[in-house]
Each structure stands twice: as structure tokens, then as C-alpha cells.
């Protein structure tokens, strides 16, 4: 009997609640236990293992797992070959892409990526700073950087590259940015031969459709009202544009209700002109997952 399990990495570290959180939304119930590096998951065809997502892909591309969570940082740094399912936009502080930098200490006479001909770099993704460095017509020392990488200059190297969300610790540091080397967002990356199984492709495929929908409901909401059809066309003055509410019939036939879907943000400027304008029994509610 062919096996239907399953292995799936889960980030640890800076990444971990985060993943968690988002597939709780999804609908898997993943729960980490004190010291263990396996975590439980309310799903019996999936077995999770905790991996640093430095190394996730390297695992995946090895067949120790089916899939992982990882940064498309880390599968560039250790260039694996694996299967991108899906780009997840999420990170640890926002759910904006995480970027790789350059930096130097704000009294650096470095101005641009050629200054930097034989300095000495420290790093943590070292070949992504090397591969940088080599588009660049550069050739500097790079290191490996073991943690604390922003405090290193300038007594311990001249420029470093670093991964920034918010850029504050930079700035607490005194540093300054030159040049961006890499963007990166979160991907769930397949083993190729795992992908290639009917059972585990239909099982990647549902887990990134549950994951995707629920990071498209970010910051929207649901409304429905009711509208007299003689207010209709003003009415749907009011909602935005891009959107194409549902029109249905109600009893009476004078009147309609409309069901849209909204961002969050605009909600409370909307609601009231929709009331100017003649729409009844508005109701707005949560949405917890948009699937196109």
C-alpha cells in the first residue's frame, strides 16, 4: 500500500508562530510541544518536522521531506532544486517581502558596490553576497557571520549584508544601505519527485489553495444590504470600482441585496454614504478565507 504521509518542514525560529498562526487560519491546528522538534498537526496524512529555513530547502531538494516552509532567500543561497508551490506573502514582523542589503556605518567613505574592491564583508548568506558581488564586476572578502552581524563594522568588517524588514536595527546601528542585493518572500517548495506523486501533489496543492485564500482575506471584510432597485445604480456609485458585487432578488420585487467583499480600511467611509444614498440592513462581517 503506497504511503499517504506527508512530510512537511515548518520553520523554527523567527518564522515559526507565524507559519503557525497562518495555517491555524487555514485550518490545520498545529501545536509545538516543549523541546521537541516535532510538532503536532490535525492532520493525520501530514507529519511535521521543525527545520531552520536556512537549511529547509537543502532538505527538500534531498527527499528528507516532501515540502517545506522557507524564504526564496534560502533556496537561492544554497541553490536547491526543488518545486515552488506557491509564494506566500507573509514574514515574521509584516507581509511585505524581506529584503537583502548592503550596508556600511554611516561615516563609511563607501558610496557605491565598487568602493567596496577588497574589503571585507560579513554575512550570513554568504553566496548570495558573493554572486552580488560577482554581477557587480567585485572582489572582496566575504564571511560567514555566526549572529549580531550589524555590529560588526567597522572594526570587524568593512560593510556587511544584512536582511532588513523595518530597517530600525539598522538604523540603531548606526548603519547606512548602498544597495539592495535580494528581495524575498516565504515559499512552500516541493521535493521534485515528491511533486511528481499524484496523492502528494493533490495534497500540496489543496494545503497552498487553503494557505493563499486565507492571505487574500487579509484586511477585507464582508457587506450585504439591501437597496431599492431605483437606488441601485447609486449605490453601486458608491462601491469602489474594482469591485463586482452580487445582485440578488429578494421577495419584494422592488428591492435587491447586494453581497461584496471590501478592504477593511475603506469600510467606514462606504457604510455611511451607502445609507445616504438609500441601502438598508447593511451589515458588514469577517472574512477568513477569498477563493478566486
Known amino acids: 500500500m503506497p504511503d499517504r504521509t506527508l512530510k512537511l518542514g515548518i520553520p523554527a525560529g523567527s518564522l515559526q508562530e ?7 487560519k487555514a485550518g490545520y491546528n498545529i501545536k509545538f510541544a516543549s523541546r521537541s522538534y516535532y510538532p503536532s498537526i490535525d492532520d493525520q496524512e501530514i507529519e511535521c518536522l521543525l527545520i531552520r529555513a536556512q537549511e529547509m530547502a537543502r532538505y527538500v531538494e534531498q527527499g528528507i521531506l ?16 526543488v ?8 514574514s515574521k514582523v509584516s507581509r511585505r517581502p524581506v529584503r537583502w542589503v ?12 565598487g568602493d567596496l574592491e577588497g574589503k571585507h564583508i560579513a554575512t550570513e548568506a554568504v553566496g548570495l553576497t558573493r554572486s552580488f558581488l560577482a554581477e557587480h564586476g567585485v572582489t572582496a572578502e ?13 572594526r570587524l568588517a568593512d560593510a556587511i549584508v544584512e536582511v532588513t524588514e523595518t ?8 548603519l547606512r544601505i548602498v544597495a539592495e542585493v535580494l528581495q524575498s518572500t516565504t515559499r512552500l517548495v516541493a521535493n521534485k519527485k515528491a511533486w511528481d506523486d499524484d496523492w502528494r501533489r493533490q495534497k500540496l496543492e489543496n494545503i ?3 494557505l493563499e ?20 445604480s447609486r449605490v453601486l456609485e458608491v462601491l469602489p470600482a474594482l469591485q463586482k458585487p452580487t445582485v440578488s432578488s429578494l421577495s419584494d420585487p422592488d428591492w435587491v441585496a447586494l453581497n461584496t467583499i471590501l478592504d477593511e480600511s475603506t469600510v467606514r467611509t462606504i457604510i455611511p454614504r451607502l445609507k445616504e444614498v438609500g441601502a438598508t440592513g447593511i451589515v458588514e462581517f469577517p472574512i477568513s478565507k477569498i477563493i478566486d
Open 167 to 174: 530597517g530600525s536595527s539598522l538604523r540603531a546601528n548606526d
Open 66 to 81: 516532501d515540502a517545506g516552509i522557507t524564504g526564496h532567500d534560502w533556496v537561492k543561497e544554497t541553490g536547491a532544486d
Open 213 to 232: 485564500s486565507c492571505l487574500a482575506a487579509e484586511g477585507k471584510v464582508g457587506l450585504m444590504l439591501n437597496v431599492r432597485r431605483s437606488d441601485l
Open 142 to 154: 566575504v564571511e560567514f557571520s555566526w549572529g549580531a552581524t550589524e555590529v560588526k563594522p567597522p
Open 18 to 24: 507565524a507559519t503557525a498562526d497562518l495555517f491555524r
Open 102 to 113: 548592503l550596508c556600511v556605518p554611516e561615516d563609511s567613505p563607501v558610496q557605491s558596490v
Open 208 to 210: 497552498a489553495l487553503m
Open 83 to 90: 518545486h515552488e508551490v506557491c509564494e506566500l506573502m507573509f
